[in-house]
C-alpha cells in the first residue's frame, strides 16, 4: 500500500509569522506547531520536520517505534544545540505528531496538542490525545469535552518538545487498510472546527480539495492561530497508479518550507520538496572579458557621462522603489482602535505619524473596551490582515466576542461590568 498526500499551511487571520511546518512524503506525516515568538518558535519546527523528513528517507528496519521514538530525541538534541549557540532561542519549542507507514500497520509519535485522525468507512476517531492542562481535567471528569473547547487555559500545554526538558512522546501502533484517509493538523484547525464539521470535510473528495476546504474553513471561522493540515490516503499499490500520476516527491509547507528559516539553520538538512523554491536557482554565469576587444577612450568627457547616466539610474531606481512601497503599502490592511471604536486600516502602522502609513477607513460602533482582555490586547498591538475581506471577517469575530459578552458577562476573559453610580 502508498499514500496519496496533500498538505497546506496558512498563517491564519491574525499571527504576524507562520511557526507552524508540515510534511507529507512517500511513508511518513507530520505535523509540528512552533511557539515562542521572538524565541524562533519556527525554526523549532522546522528542525522537527527536517529529523522527521530524514526518517522518511531512511525508513526504519525492525522497529519503527524504536527509530520514530529515536527521532524524537533527535530533534531535541538539535534543539538543544541550537539554544546553546544562540541562548536567545531559549524559550523556543514545538509540539509534533507523526506518523510513518511500514506494510498495514502505521506507527504514531505524539507530543503537544497537534492532532492525529483516522476516517474509516465514514466513522471519525481522533487517534491522539492532547497533551494540555484541560485534558487533564476531563481524564479526571472535572470538565466536559465541550468545556475544554472555551477554557481559557486550553492551549496550555504539559509536552513539548523545547531543547531544554526531555520528554517522552506517546508511541503506538495500529492495524491499517486500504481506503482509510488520516489527517494530522495543528490547533489552528481543530481549535476552530468541530470534529462533526471536520467528519463532513473529510468524508468527500481528494486530500487536496480536503486541504484546501479545511484550511478555508478555519479562516471562515477567524483562524485566530496558524493552520495546518496533511492528508493522505492509503491505497493499494495498483489503486489509480499510471501515467496520471506519476511518482511524487515530499511536501514541505509552512515555516520548514520558507528560505529565510532554511537559511537561519545552515548545519540542518532539509528535505527536497515538490514546490522548488525560486531563490534557490543557480546564477547566471559571469561572462569572461573578451582578451582583444577595442579599448574604450578614457578622458574627462567619458567620466562625466559615467557620472551622468549612473546619477539618472540612482533617482529612477529610488523613484521605482518609492512608487512600489506606496502601491505594496496601500495593498496592506490591519484592525486597530479609533476614539476606542474598533475600526479597519489600510496602509501599515510603522512610520510617521500616530498610524503610520496607514489611515483608518471603517470604523464601527464597537467600543474596545467592550471585547474581551486578549482581544483587547491584540488591538492595541494590531491585527494585521491579508486583505480587505479577512479584515472584515476579523471585524466580525470581534463583534461576536462583544456580543458574547454583553450576553454572558461572566464568560471568561470578559471584561468586568461596569456599574452605574447611584
Keep these: ?66 527509530a520514530m521514538a529515536d527521532t524524537v530525541e533527535a530533534a531535541h538534541e538539535e534543539l538543544s544545540r541550537i539554544i546553546s549557540g544562540a541562548p536567545d532561542f531559549s524559550g523556543m519549542g514545538t509540539t509534533v505528531t507523526a506518523m510513518s507507514w511500514e506494510g498495514d500497520r502505521v506507527a504514531i509519535a505524539h507530543v503537544g496538542d497537534s492532532r492525529a485522525y483516522l476516517l474509516r468507512a465514514g466513522e471519525l476517531l481522533q487517534v491522539t490525545k492532547d497533551h494540555t492542562f484541560v485534558q487533564t481535567l476531563v481524564d479526571a471528569g472535572t470538565i466536559t469535552d465541550e468545556e475544554a473547547a472555551s477554557h481559557p487555559k486550553r492551549n496550555l500545554l504539559m509536552k513539548a518538545l523545547d531543547g531544554v526538558h526531555t520528554v517522552e512522546p506517546d508511541l503506538s501502533i495500529r492495524e491499517v487498510k486500504s481506503g482509510d484517509r488520516f489527517l494530522l493538523c495543528s490547533d489552528g484547525l481543530s481549535g476552530v472546527l468541530t470534529p462533526a464539521e471536520i467528519r463532513e ?121 518609492m512608487v512600489g512601497f506606496w502601491f505594496w503599502a496601500n495593498n496592506q490592511y490591519y484592525v486597530g482602535a479609533v476614539d476606542g471604536k474598533v475600526a479597519i486600516y489600510q496602509g ?30 491584540q488591538i492595541a498591538d494590531t491585527i494585521p490582515a491579508s486583505d480587505l475581506d479577512s479584515a472584515r471577517n476579523i471585524l466580525v469575530e470581534l463583534q461576536a466576542q462583544a456580543t458574547q459578552c454583553i450576553k454572558k458577562p461572566k464568560t471568561p476573559g470578559c471584561p468586568e461590568p461596569t456599574v452605574a453610580p447611584a
Design 348 to 377: 501599515i502602522p510603522d512610520g510617521f505619524g500616530p498610524n503610520g502609513f496607514s489611515k483608518a477607513i471603517q470604523t464601527s460602533q464597537m467600543p474596545v473596551n467592550g471585547l474581551p482582555v486578549y482581544s483587547q490586547e
Design 201 to 321: 470535510v473529510l468524508s468527500s473528495g481528494d486530500p487536496t480539495g480536503c486541504v484546501t476546504a479545511l484550511v478555508e474553513r478555519a479562516l471562515e471561522g477567524g483562524a485566530p492561530d496558524n493552520v495546518t493540515v496533511v492528508v493522505a490516503d492509503l491505497v493499494t499499490d495498483t489503486e489509480q497508479r499510471g501515467q496520471d500520476e506519476p511518482y511524487r516527491m515530499p511536501v514541505v509547507v509552512g515555516a520548514a518550507a520558507e528560505l529565510r528559516n532554511r537559511d537561519r539553520l545552515p548545519d540542518i538538512d532539509f528535505p527536497e520538496d515538490s514546490a522548488r523554491d525560486p531563490d534557490r536557482a543557480d546564477p547566471e554565469p559571469t561572462p569572461a572579458p573578451s582578451p582583444a576587444g577595442p579599448t574604450a577612450p578614457t578622458g574627462h568627457p567619458k567620466r562625466r557621462l559615467t557620472w551622468l547616466v549612473g546619477s539618472l539610474s540612482v533617482v529612477a531606481a529610488l523613484l521605482i522603489g
Design 1 to 66: 500500500m502508498r499514500l496519496r498526500y496533500s498538505a497546506r499551511s496558512d498563517i491564519g487571520l491574525v499571527r504576524q509569522g507562520n511557526e507552524d511546518s508540515g510534511y507529507a512524503g512517500g511513508h511518513m506525516l507530520v505535523v509540528a506547531d512552533g511557539m515562542g515568538g521572538h524565541a524562533a518558535g519556527e525554526l523549532a519546527s522546522s528542525t522537527t520536520i527536517a529529523a522527521f523528513a530524514e526518517l522518511d528517507r531512511q525508513p526504519p528496519g525492525e522497529s519503527v517505534l524504536t
